[in-house]
C-alpha cells in the first residue's frame, strides 16, 4: 500500500524563523512530489512541487528531495503568521496519475 | 472567474436522504476527482474521471455514485446518508499530459448529516 507519512504537528516557530516540514512516502518507484497549503476552512493550494533530487527554491520556500531516503521536505525562511496552515504533503507514483496525501502538518507562527 | 466551483457549499440533512453536490471546472483540464476530507484533515480520494471515464474508485460505499455528463462536470449522487458521511467532500481537476498532474480544488463542500 502506498503511504505518505507526516507528522501531524502541530509545529510551533516564531515569527521570522525556518519553519521546517517533512514527509516519508513507500512508493520508491513515486516520480512526483506536491506540497500544498491548507487554511483553516479552505481548500488546498498547490505551493510548489519537485520532481529531481535537490532543492528547489520559490520565494521563501525550499522544497528538497531525496529519493534514495524516500522524503521530501517544505521548508519556509522568514515564517510568518500568515504562514499559519496544515501543509499536506502529496506524491504519485510511477504507476497513477492520482497523487496520495498525507495527513498533514499543521504549522502555528506567533509573532 | 473561479476555476473549479462546486455547489452547494453547506449542506444539512436528515440520515436517509438522497442528495447530490454538483462541480463544474473551466480549466479545460481533462480528469476531475472527489476527495473526502475526514474530521482528522485526512484528504481522500473517492473517484477520478478522465475523459468521462472512471479511472478509479477507491472502496468507497455504493451508495456513492459520480455522474459525469461532460469532462468539465462531475457531479457526486449519495443515495441513503449515514452519520459518517459528515465531511468535507472537494471536486478537483487537473491536466494529466502535463508535468506533475497538479490538482486544483474547488472551495469543498461541507456536509453535516443528522
Known amino acids: 500500500q502506498k503511504e505518505v507519512e507526516q507528522n501531524s504537528g502541530p509545529l510551533s516557530v516564531p515569527e521570522g524563523a525556518i519553519a521546517s516540514l517533512n514527509c516519508t512516502y513507500s512508493d520508491r518507484g513515486s516520480q512526483s512530489f506536491f506540497w500544498y497549503r491548507q487554511y483553516s476552512g479552505k481548500s488546498p493550494e498547490l505551493i510548489m512541487f519537485i520532481y529531481s533530487n535537490g532543492d528547489k527554491e520559490d520565494g521563501r520556500f525550499t522544497a528538497q528531495l531525496n529519493k534514495a531516503s524516500q522524503y521530501v521536505s517544505l521548508l519556509i525562511r522568514d515564517s510568518q503568521p500568515s504562514d499559519s496552515a496544515t501543509y499536506l504533503c502529496a506524491v504519485n507514483t510511477g504507476g497513477s496519475y492520482i497523487p496520495t496525501f498525507g495527513r498533514g502538518t499543521s504549522l502555528i507562527v506567533h509573532p | 472567474d473561479t476555476a473549479v466551483s462546486q455547489t452547494p457549499k453547506y449542506l444539512v440533512t436528515q440520515m436517509g436522504n438522497d442528495k447530490s453536490i454538483k462541480c463544474e471546472q473551466n480549466?479545460?483540464?481533462?480528469?476531475m476527482y472527489w476527495y473526502k476530507q475526514d474530521s482528522k484533515k485526512f484528504l481522500k480520494i473517492m473517484f477520478s474521471?478522465?475523459?468521462?471515464?472512471?479511472?478509479i474508485n477507491e472502496t468507497v460505499p455504493n451508495r456513492f455514485s459520480p455522474k459525469s455528463p461532460d469532462k468539465a462536470h462531475l457531479n457526486l449522487h449519495i443515495n441513503s446518508l449515514e452519520l459518517g458521511d459528515s465531511a468535507v467532500y472537494f471536486c478537483?481537476?487537473?491536466?494529466?499530459?502535463?508535468?506533475?498532474?497538479?490538482?486544483?480544488f474547488g472551495e469543498g463542500s461541507w456536509l453535516t448529516v443528522v
Open positions: 478537483a481537476s487537473s491536466q494529466t499530459d502535463t508535468s506533475g498532474n497538479t490538482i486544483y
Open positions: 480549466l479545460g483540464h481533462d480528469t
Open positions: 474521471y478522465n475523459n468521462k471515464e472512471l479511472i
